[in-house]
Nanobody, 123 residues
């Protein structure tokens, strides 16, 4: 499967962005999907995940209540709606796919990765 992330950009503190991750290839609906981010000089960290049916989601504590992950099976796309953005949210955001059930908060279990999209939040 190929993943194409988009939607990043420059936004002021308190602003919003919606990231998209379009998937092609094998059956999208079979995949657990996740969003990760990597800030300069830091390790890649889990942001949010969603199961194959969209009925279960999980979030990092740092984004709970501000970010929402969702998926649209008809469009083979997963979204990350980011509200109330903070400077510490600045990072390259990556989408990832896992062809097994279960949302994992570390990178190892994910089989496919998108190229990343840069989010910059100015103070």
């Amino acid at each position: 499967v190929q993943l194409q992330a988009s939607g990043g950009g420059l936004v002021q503190t308190g602003g919003s962005l919606r990231l998209s991750c379009a998937a092609s290839g094998r059956t999208f609906s079979s995949y657990t999907m996740g969003w990760f981010r990597q800030a300069p000089g830091k390790e890649r960290e889990f942001v949010a995940g969603i199961n194959w049916s969209g009925t279960s989601t999980q979030y990092a504590d740092s984004v709970k209540g501000r970010f929402t992950i969702s998926r649209d099976g008809a469009k083979n796309t997963v979204y990350l709606q980011m509200n109330s953005l903070k400077p510490e949210d600045t990072a390259v955001y990556f989408c990832a796919a896992r062809y097994q059930p279960g949302i994992y908060t570390y990178t190892g279990p994910y089989d496919y990765w998108g190229q990343g999209t840069l989010v910059t939040v100015s103070s």
